[in-house]
């Protein structure tokens, strides 16, 4: 699939006979034990989880490889993994969107555009579209987890809110709970907040007072959030280093802007580290470019469901929303493909 070419300011240009789709890379919440069971012997798959192991060092004798985590029904669930092994729930959340979107570009790549990458999700959308490879993804998330180890962070997480964000922010200034950032606005009812533990169990206390549903995230610490600064800026003088390529299909992040040079990339590969998300304005900029239908390469459908509340009219497909095979992964597109294209119905 050859570049499509790009302007300096707008969008890349594309042929206008038709509308336009974005495959979406989740990030957080993307490892499902046994998401790929059905696709183990796809050769795409397997090549992606074989990668996966044969670059990443032992992680002790009780660690689980990859590739069984994401084969293996009864593998460690989020909670216990993260708790275990978070380098193992790390690799796995990235070897699993990259291998569905290898899959769905398979299946579907003449009418995927661009890539959207949610959170970390962006460095398995630079490899989706080809900017890094496999073992580069796999290098970057290595010398990641030896950052996040050896910083001296305090204990901290994530939470997700039915909260709009100006509700959010209210309470963290009424609240004093001023080191609790919004991380995440990713549709009108869903705020993401992360922060260090205490002021962030006092907010959600205040924010179940106030009438609202409050999840904890899986989440190692509080990404999104200037706590990781220093991990960020050294993340950042590694991915200098890093050779990239020009990506096959056009690069649009959660930070919401398009991708193209090479710094831009880099840039997005460390965001989710430090910079909040505004994935609902990124949705609206691409229905304004022309975006109809959206792909989602997790399980669970989480950002398709966060298509379908914010852009209400759109097409969306999460063909692994639950563990599946190549054929029912075609059915569910089916359901979406564009209605001059040959094969639909068919592929």
Known sequence: MSPRPAGADGP????????????????QGAY???ALRHLREVPAVAEVLATVDAHTPDRGPAAVPVGRLLTEADAPGPEELLRADPLGFDLATYAAVVAAATVLLDLAGPWIDAVLGHSVGDLAA???????????????????????????????????????????????RTCGTERVRIAARNAP???????????????????????????RLTSRTAFHHPLLGE???????????????????????????????????????AAHLTEPMALHHTLCALRRDGFTTYLDSGPRALLSALVKAGLPGCATAAPLRTPVGVERMRQRLTAVAPPHHPGRGAW
Do not use: E, K, N, Y
């Open 126 to 172: 630079l490899t989706a579209a080809g900017a890094v490879t496999v073992r580069q993804g796999v290098q970057l998330l290595l010398v990641r987890d030896r950052l996040l180890r050896t910083a001296a962070l305090p204990a901290a997480g994530m939470v997700a809110t039915d909260a709009g964000a100006d509700r959010a922010a209210d309470l963290i």
């Open 12 to 27: 890349p240009a594309w042929a206008a006979d038709r509308p336009r789709t974005v495959l979406m890379c989740p990030g």
């Open 231 to 269: 991990v960020h800026r050294s993340f950042r003088r590694l991915l200098r280093a890093q050779p990239i390529a020009r990506p096959a299909l056009a690069v649009h992040t959660t930070a919401g802007h398009w991708a193209r040079t090479p710094a831009q990339l880099r840039t997005a590969a």
């Open 32 to 34: 499902l034990p046994g």
């Open 189 to 215: 009812a869903q705020t993401v907040l992360a922060g260090p533990d205490g002021q962030l169990v006092r907010l959600q206390r205040a924010l179940l007072d106030d009438g609202h549903r409050v999840t």
